[in-house]
């Protein structure tokens, strides 16, 4: 059944980062708004249609406008457009300025890649290594550095991705082919993952649970497909969660050491160098 509730929002899903409700409220704001000038415009119309229909002995006169009028109509837009351009400027520099993203409990990188997005986390040394475009390849996405040692124990996953809750989660955004789009919509997050460059994205989660990530960019024919899960957890499982992953990847780089043969060297074909930061 479809909800004809006057709550616009019951159609979104349930914000749950800590800058969501401010911009639910600006969505309702400029929701309710718009109702009222469509409400006014349309009772205008309905008005000038009665009143001045056709009708025996009314002859129509010209009339060449009214410049009050005219004035008002004109500066009205302009003040209501720039009141809710200074209304939302916070919320935006929250959100999008870099010199307003706080001091990270975990960070991330995560590309975008028709049609999967990919993440890598650090490991147990805590520290992202260096990447460079110069190093990627279909093997090594992220570009990571092979001479850099923090690198190695970097832990780089495919399509599901866990994060804690009530934690500043910063992820360091590209892509590795054509424009995405990395869409939280619980999250009230939507940032353009460009080609060649890294842009950072912020969020700080208060309920846990699964969240859908998606492409929010039409990116080629598998496009509807583009979708990860964010499982946003409790400090502890969170925990259990990065020990685990750790653990398997010491596993890897033991079995690595035992027999270098068998793992294969990144090839370093120099290309164009990659824009924004690196680790």
Known sequence: MFDFSWNMLTYFPPGISTYSKALDDLFILVYW??????????????TFIFKYRTRPGHKSIYYHGNNVVEFIWTLAPTVLFAGLGLYSDEMWKVMKYSSRVPSPDVEIDVV???????????????????????????????????????????????GEFNLPMNKNIVVHLSSVDVLHSYFLPN??????????????VWFNGT?????????????????????????????????????????????????????????????????????????
Request: glycine share 8%.
């Open 187 to 200: 999250f009230r997050i939507k940032q353009d993952a460009v080609p060649g460059s890294w842009i950072d």
């Open 33 to 46: 708004i718009s109702v009222a000038i469509f409400l006014l415009v349309q009772i205008t119309l309905v």
């Open 112 to 158: 975008g890649q028709a049609f999967n997005w990919h993440a890598r986390y650090p490991g147990a040394d805590g520290i992202l290594g260096k990447r460079h475009a110069r190093y990627r390849t279909a093997q090594n996405l992220f570009g990571i550095d092979p001479t850099d040692p923090k690198g190695k124990d970097d832990i780089v996953l495919t």
């Open 207 to 279: 309920k846990a649970g699964k969240y859908e990530l998606a492409c929010a960019e039409l990116c080629g024919s598998g496009h509807y497909a583009m979708r990860g899960v964010l499982n946003l957890q409790s400090d502890a499982d969170f925990a259990v969660w990065m020990d685990a992953k750790n653990a398997a990847k010491k596993a890897v780089l033991a079995a690595e050491a035992a027999n270098p043969q068998a793992a294969a060297p990144v090839p370093a074909a120099p290309v164009a160098a990659e824009h924004g930061s690196s680790h």
